[in-house]
């Protein structure tokens, strides 16, 4: 693959005396892999897209693909018919001059593709006897014939890789490099030694035994399935619930009404929060042993639990060393009994029936409960409370859903939706919020001069908004497309933020000398709001009333019945904003041996003023309060 001449001086190499120039793309280093796989993807789509070829699978420069045997076309140049695809592909290659040999361009029910051995009619792929010799040379040579042994960070990461290549034909054997990793990481020497420890020693040796025995991986059966798939009360699927609290584990099998419950182990890692819920998963996989015994062969088993990292760590196989054995011991249950399993999630409410089981915890088998079952006890206070009618209560939820978001967030949510749905008009795009549309949305927007970071809380805005009439729009949002239009949009568009200059303390002494002899209503109340909001660290929006009306409400109002006053302080409570997630409110407190006098002087006079104005004064809005700022600083000779 011929580079640019500029780049060529930098491959001449020199043997016997004379330079020799390499004018094509060698390889060795990151930037060749990148340029070949730039080129050769290329490649890939014009096979698939433009010559038809239905199904292709690349590694770096070898290609495969599976075709019916009667789906033969004739190759003039081999004089031979051979699969449709790879003709198509061979012709591809001649037109753009990519050389190819007779010997390399095979076909056959059983084929050897980069080291893994494919068997068409069993739909098995697994490692020739040849490989898999040498991968267990490879892990006994290791390892060593004692565990004192040292290997470079070389050797470590060399093994890692040829182990990981093995994976592919071994994928439930992925826990035999979590101690080998932990090793390796956060060093960056090449030739410093590493204790071949008793971990790894343990994992690889594991390894070892079954790479000995197994099949290979089965392609026709690694199918995707979910938990609508299972056959309920089927001889060969089975279905589980699990969950752990800080007294026990629980397991429930809902087709059979049957639920087991246990003690947390005393001895579980102290720092290892998740533990108890691996542990349920792992307990669930050993009942395969107990159905086995009894003559049943579960050949799918689904498992459901409420803790994200354990269901990531099941279905990666990937753990930290702590849960690493747990891993293990369900991988042995799953070889020994032939079974597939899924691990997903489900929220943590879903799971009622796990919570039923403490009471039961001394009994393996729990009946069937149902809501019938469950009675009231005379104690509980609900008895003597009055029914509240339904009317009221759908009245009530509605009030407590439009409460959810603030109303100044609300209003950006809706010019954000307003804006998306001009959009989609003037482009006559469809409403529905795909990630091609976001994406176009994306560029549309910075396109007429809009800041990306904009467009980002755009986005949040346009979820809440489309949500109940586009359930999926969110999923939409963080769809790798929308991530990364939005990131480019980021690098190519976005500009310095403009600030304007932060209020000093010297400031303040301008204004209050400008003001602090006035006798308006108006300046006493700006410099009382000024100081309080400067030595306070509040926002303009938690002094002062919205400029909208529409986005006015008491709740945000500091009421004069929280003001506490002392001779040398003054607080009062800030009933409402956005970092107050408990709703608990916070008090403002202003000492004056901390921010001096000016600003106890000025709520002091501002409230003596305001006690003996007779007419009510108008709230002080965001407008005002700028104004008068500007008014002020103009006056003091800004």
């Known amino acids: 693959m011929p580079i640019s001449p500029y780049w060529q001086i930098f491959q001449i190499v020199t043997i016997d005396g004379q330079r020799h120039v390499d004018r094509c793309n060698t390889f060795g280093g990151r930037a060749s892999l990148w340029i070949w796989l730039a080129f050769y993807c290329l490649v890939a789509w014009i096979a698939v897209t433009k010559r038809g070829v239905s199904m292709l699978v690349n590694y770096m420069d070898d290609s495969v693909g599976i075709q019916l045997c009667r789906l033969v076309e004739w190759y003039l140049c081999y004089g031979m018919y051979i699969p449709r695809d790879q003709a198509r592909l061979l012709r591809l290659w001649d037109d753009l001059g990519l050389g190819h040999d007779r010997p390399k361009q095979e076909h056959n029910l059983q084929l050897t593709w980069i080291g893994f051995e494919i068997d068409a009619p069993s739909s098995y792929t697994t490692l020739p006897n040849d490989a898999r010799l040498k991968l267990l040379a490879a892990l006994e040579d290791f390892c060593g014939p004692s565990r004192g042994r040292r290997c470079t960070l070389a050797e470590f990461q060399s093994l890692a890789g040829y182990v990981n290549w093995a994976l592919n034909v071994f994928p439930l054997l992925r826990p035999a490099l979590s101690n080998l990793y932990h090793k390796t990481a956060n060093k960056h020497e090449r030739f410093a030694t590493i204790h071949v420890n008793k971990a790894v020693h343990t994992e690889l040796t594991w390894m070892a035994t079954y790479v000995r025995s197994l099949p290979g991986i089965r392609i026709l059966s690694q199918s995707i399935w979910s938990p609508a798939d299972l056959v309920p009360n089927s001889l060969h699927d089975e279905f589980a619930l699990v969950d752990a609290s800080g007294i026990g584990l629980g397991l429930y099998f809902p087709w059979h009404h049957l639920g087991f419950f246990c003690p947390t182990p005393e001895n579980i890692p102290t720092n290892s929060i998740f533990f108890p819920e691996a542990l349920a998963i792992c307990s669930a996989i050993h009942k395969l042993s107990a159905w086995r015994s009894v003559g049943r062969h579960i050949k799918r088993i689904m498992i459901l639990s409420d803790n994200t990292n354990t269901v990531s760590i099941f279905q990666s196989l990937c753990a930290e060393p702590t849960y690493n054995s747990i891993l293990m011991s369900a991988v042995d249950v799953l070889l020994a009994n032939k079974t597939e399993h899924r691990v997903h999630h489900i929220p943590g409410p879903v799971l009622t029936y796990i919570s039923f089981l403490s009471p039961f915890r001394r009994f393996p088998f729990i009946p069937t409960m149902t809501p019938s079952h469950l009675t009231v006890h005379s104690s509980y206070r609900t008895k003597q409370l009055?029914?509240?009618?339904?009317?009221?209560?759908?009245?009530?939820?509605?009030i407590a859903l439009d409460a959810a978001i603030d109303l100044n967030t609300s209003s950006s949510y809706s010019s954000a939706r307003n804006m998306y749905l001009f959009f989609c008009q003037r482009q006559k795009l469809p409403f529905d919020p795909t990630p091609d549309t976001l994406s176009l949305f994306i560029v549309h927007e910075v396109l007429c001069n809009l800041e990306p970071c904009s467009v980002d809380s755009y986005l949040s805005g346009i979820c809440n908004e489309l949500e109940p009439f586009y359930p999926h729009v969110r999923i939409a949002c963080r769809s790798p497309l929308v991530c990364r239009t939005l990131n480019g949009a980021m690098r190519l568009y976005s500009k310095p933020s403009k600030r304007k200059r932060a209020l000093a303390s010297d400031d303040l002494e301008l204004v209050i000398t400008a003001l602090a002899t006035s006798s308006n209503h108006d300046d006493k109340l700006f410099l009382a709001q000024?100081?309080?909001?400067?030595?306070?660290?509040?926002?303009?929006?938690?002094?002062?009333?919205?400029?909208?009306?529409?986005?006015?409400?008491?709740?945000?109002?500091?009421l004069r019945t929280t003001v506490q006053t002392t001779p040398s302080t003054f607080s009062f409570l800030l009933h409402s904003h956005k970092s107050d997630i408990f709703f608990d409110r916070d008090r403002v407190l202003i000492d004056s041996q901390l921010a001096g006098a000016p600003p106890l002087d000025a709520f002091h006079h501002k409230a003596e003023h305001g006690l003996t104005r007779r007419l009510p004064a108008p709230e002080p809005t965001g407008i005002y309060h700028l104004k008068s700022l500007t008014w002020t600083c103009t006056g003091a000779g800004y």
């Open 386 to 398: 009055i029914p509240v009618p339904l009317e009221k209560l759908l009245h009530e939820r509605d």
């Open 530 to 558: 000024l100081l309080t909001g400067f030595h306070g660290l509040l926002r303009l929006g938690e002094l002062v009333w919205p400029d909208s009306v529409k986005l006015c409400t008491s709740r945000k109002l500091s």
